[in-house]
């Protein structure tokens, strides 16, 4: 039986197999190392990289999401955190698989690590209320 049969959220995670020397910062593997600690104790289950840009969701979930969206509000920049708070709250069954990552062969993140950084942690911090201390 297929995985996306199984699973209704996919989510990737780039910190199973050994990456390429400078795929990932030392920052970027820290901070993916923090999140995933995090969500492992809001959500109670076990995410190694929440960041993973790989994430599989059927339409008729992602359009339940969507209509829940207001619960977590609008923060996130990227739409991961949204896709994993959204895919928990509609109790969908979420399993990672794990994606080989390897250094960029051109062009450069668009990411801004401690701007970004911050506003994910805004969202974590907002999730943490909606999830945890409800």
Known sequence: MALSKVM???NGSRLVYPMEDD???SLNILGNKFFS????????????DTLCGTKVISRRNYEKLIAN???FGDLD???DFDLIFGSAKLNLKIVEVPIRYKAREYGSTNISRFSH???LLKMVSFAM????FI
């Open 77 to 79: 920049p990227f739409g």
């Open 8 to 10: 209704e959220y996919i």
């Open 129 to 132: 209320n909606r999830i945890k």
């Open 23 to 25: 795929a990932m910062r």
């Open 69 to 71: 969206r207001e619960y």
């Open 117 to 119: 950084g911050w506003l």
């Open 37 to 48: 600690l995090m969500f492992t104790f809001l959500l109670g289950q076990r995410l190694k």
